[in-house]
């Protein structure tokens, strides 16, 4: 059974930096597309950054240069450093994973961790 857990969120002020951490069993990260997603207050949920089974990374254009997805070399993890934090970025995180490349919907997700960024 898949299981995704996120951890890391918290409240901190614009400028600011978190580290979320997606902690998976049952399956084996580098084996899939893993995905950053996030949904703010009373927006759609948006993918922030995703990491292909070649290496591959892509980033939302509201993200790049301040974001950085990751993952583990020993640990079934995957990570989401956040630097520059703004209020804007104030949403749900969540890790998902897809299939073998970035394509399609996501097969399973984690619950999620809150990051609130105050001005």
């Known amino acids: 059974q898949v299981q995704l857990v996120e951890s890391g969120g918290g409240s901190v002020q614009a400028g600011g930096s978190l580290r979320l951490s997606c902690a998976a069993s049952?399956?084996?990260?580098?084996?899939?597309?893993m995905v950053w997603f996030r949904q703010g207050p009373g927006k759609e949920r948006e993918g922030v950054a995703s990491?292909?089974?070649?290496?591959?990374?892509r980033y939302a254009d509201s993200v790049k240069g301040r974001f950085t997805i990751s993952r583990g070399s020993a640990k079934n993890t995957l990570y989401l450093q956040m630097n520059s934090l703004k209020p804007e970025d104030t949403a749900m995180y969540s890790c998902?994973?897809?299939?073998?490349?970035?394509?399609?919907?996501?097969?399973?997700w984690g619950q999620g961790t809150q990051v609130t960024v105050s001005s």
């Open positions: 998902a994973r897809k299939g073998r490349y970035c394509v399609g919907n996501y097969l399973d």
């Open positions: 049952g399956l084996t990260l580098s084996s899939y597309c």
């Open positions: 990491l292909d089974t070649d290496g591959t990374i």
